[in-house]
């Protein structure tokens, strides 16, 4: 999901309801999860893309400081 950040992945689960899990798996330490979510419409919405997109900007500066995510 090139529009949260560089390397931010989604994987789509689907059963009788449609659910979204995003997250980034770049680095060697660990897969962070962003954001997991019901999808409710069939468009991801601007605010579950927004909170995405600040906890990855959110995780690089703390990545970048040196401090353990």
């Known amino acids: 999901m090139q529009t ?8 789509r689960v689907r059963t ?6 995003i997250y980034v ?4 330490e660990a897969v962070y999860v962003l954001h997991a979510f019901l999808k409710k419409t ?3 919405s601007q605010a579950d ?4 997109r600040e906890r990855f900007q ?4 703390r990545i970048r400081h040196g401090e353990k995510a």
């Open 4 to 11: 949260v950040g560089s390397g931010v992945r989604e994987i």
């Open 16 to 21: 009788q309801r449609a659910y979204r899990v």
């Open 25 to 28: 798996a770049k680095f060697k």
């Open 42 to 44: 069939s468009k991801t």
């Open 49 to 52: 893309i927004a909170l995405a």
């Open 58 to 61: 959110r995780l690089m500066r």
